[in-house]
């Protein structure tokens, strides 16, 4: 039999001759589980909103965006991207034309980005899963607009017969006394307005690559190659492949790589989320020692008997850091069961709503396994430091006295 746990235990459960000892003995535990359940409820709703916003994201920017190092467009039939398509790996292939524009309906105007695109491009993008309003068209001289554009211009799919006005600047010396002799116009209809968030729903509109190269002065060049990866690829080595090809003339850049600031963002803002919560958890583990420090106090007859029959001062210390841990072990279950049942009900059925205007209806929940890993590993670390030092100050303290 283990003689430290089997004291340690009955010390946890049983009746002390104090009442406050029990009070204070049930706060730590408390402590320790609304700590570990904010923990958990935390980090997996912020999971949740970090897979959402990266999901946006990922059903507007490609795998794979090759763009090149100097100037802005490139030759797409050029040789080395010849056997771009046969890479094993790549699922889809489209191309890009991307420039400023203004877009103007009666009299509201705004600039936007006009994004042309292939035909493969709703393949291997899902870009119709945002569109929250009309349809995904492109055919034609049909565009998408983001939401923030279509406030501020005040239009929408709805406007079957009122086109759009879009103007881009002609490339090249204009020799003309009337400014509109350097513009070339497009009139276009909205088939459908998307949203992702307020960087892309008032920058960009979306419209087929041959209207866009006819808007911006260009014949066959483009701004950038978009790329899919099939579902078994090995990304990072389909990467290198392609930059092997193409060589240091092109950017060859990944999800990651491309939303750079985006994804340091969110890791960034994670870590400091849980290094606040790991803080408060630190305060509320302070209940620990003094329970502990008023349970050596109270079993300072004991500490007597056992040192006279023969127990040395690790034996000791060993019982109440067990105790330590135990009380810290309880408090961590209690929370992990809690905020796991908290993030369950979120999931099941959507308790904490979102209002009009958002993605999805309600806040999303994810948990990872090794965010409970991680919770449980500093919860037990906290418990075992805040156990140690009461534990190492107070039964040396009183095995001096006894000696």
Not at 179 to 204: Q, R
Not at 284 to 292: D, P, Y
Request: aromatic residues 10%; glycine residues 6%; positive net charge.
């Amino acid at each position: 039999m283990n003689l430290p746990f089997f004291i340690a235990k009955r010390y946890l459960i049983s009746k002390k001759s104090h009442n406050a000892i029990n009070i204070i003995s049930g706060v730590s535990v408390m402590g320790v589980c609304i700590g570990t359940m904010a923990l958990i409820i935390v980090l997996s709703a912020f999971n949740g909103l970090s897979d959402l916003v990266q999901s946006l994201y990922n059903s507007f920017d490609p795998d794979i965006s090759i763009t090149i190092k100097q100037g802005k467009t490139f030759d797409p039939n050029a040789a080395e991207f010849q056997s771009l398509k046969n890479i094993a790996g790549i699922a889809n292939y489209t191309e890009v034309m991307e420039g400023n524009a203004l877009l103007k309906f009666n009299d509201k105007q705004c600039i936007a980005t006009i994004k042309g695109v292939g035909r493969e491009f709703r393949k291997m993008s899902g870009f119709d899963t945002l569109i929250h309003n009309g349809v995904f068209n492109l055919e034609k001289s049909n565009i998408l607009i983001g939401k923030g554009i279509g406030n501020v211009l005040q239009t929408g799919p709805k406007e079957l017969f009122s086109p759009i006005s879009v103007y881009a600047p002609k490339r090249g010396n204009i020799n003309s006394i009337n400014p509109e002799d350097g513009m070339n116009e497009l009139k276009v209809f909205v088939s459908g307005a998307f949203t992702i968030n307020d960087e892309f729903d008032y920058k960009y509109a979306v419209m087929n690559i041959d209207n866009a190269r006819k808007l911006l002065d260009y014949k066959n060049e483009v701004t950038s190659i978009e790329l899919k990866f099939k579902p078994d690829a090995d990304k990072e080595k389909v990467q290198q492949q392609l930059i092997s090809v193409l060589g240091n003339k092109y950017e060859v850049k990944n999800r990651e790589q491309q939303n750079a600031m985006l994804y340091k963002t969110l890791k960034s803002e994670k870590l400091w989320t849980f290094l606040i919560l790991v803080f408060i958890l630190i305060i509320a583990t302070f209940n620990v020692i003094g329970s502990l420090t008023m349970l050596i106090i109270e079993k300072k007859k004991d500490i007597t008997i056992l040192n006279n029959m023969g127990a040395d001062i690790t034996l000791i210390r060993r019982i109440f850091l067990l105790e330590g841990l135990m009380i810290t072990l309880l408090g961590a279950l209690f929370g992990l069961i809690l905020g796991l049942f908290v993030c369950w009900l979120q999931i099941k059925f959507s308790l904490v709503k979102l209002s009009q205007g958002y993605v999805v209806d309600a806040y999303p929940i994810k948990i990872h396994t090794m965010d409970i890993l991680l919770i449980l590993g500093v919860v037990l670390l906290i418990g075992f430091v805040s156990a140690w030092y009461p534990v190492r100050l107070f039964t040396k303290k009183h095995l001096v006295r006894i000696a």
